[in-house]
């Protein structure tokens, strides 16, 4: 008899919490984004979040959540060139709709790749 399928535990767990949650990170004024965003979502509410450079390394992700009725900007910090890859690959800030979500992806410290509701 050959038995199929997987089996796993109800709970992975470690020292940021549940693995199958992504944690969120209330903010409700002007946001800089820092080590402890990697892997989680920034849900802003009002005054924009800055991508600063030197702060994540090559993988790691952050999503950005806006949680307002109206535009937020996030704003590539100095040093740092955000490629857009909803258009032709262009750079700089971007300006994320009400109630938008954008996620960046870092190839290395000073350079990301960023798509949402532009």
């Known amino acids: 008899t050959v038995t199929t399928g997987i089996s796993t535990a109800t709970s992975f767990t470690d020292s940021k919490g549940n693995l199958r949650d992504i944690s969120a ?8 984004l820092n080590t402890a965003d990697a892997g989680a979502v920034v849900y802003i509410s009002t005054g924009g979040v800055t991508v600063p450079d ?10 950005i959540i806006n949680n307002s009725g109206s535009n937020q900007t996030i ?9 857009d890859t909803g258009d032709d ?5 971007k300006t994320l709709k009400p109630r938008g979500m ?5 190839a290395s410290a000073s350079v990301g790749y960023i798509s949402g509701n532009f």
């Open 25 to 32: 990170y209330p903010k409700s004024s002007a946001h800089t």
């Open 54 to 63: 030197s702060v994540f390394s090559q993988g790691k992700v952050v999503t």
């Open 75 to 83: 704003t590539q910090g100095s040093g740092v060139t955000l490629y």
């Open 89 to 93: 690959g262009s750079t700089g800030n």
């Open 102 to 106: 954008a996620t960046i992806w870092f």
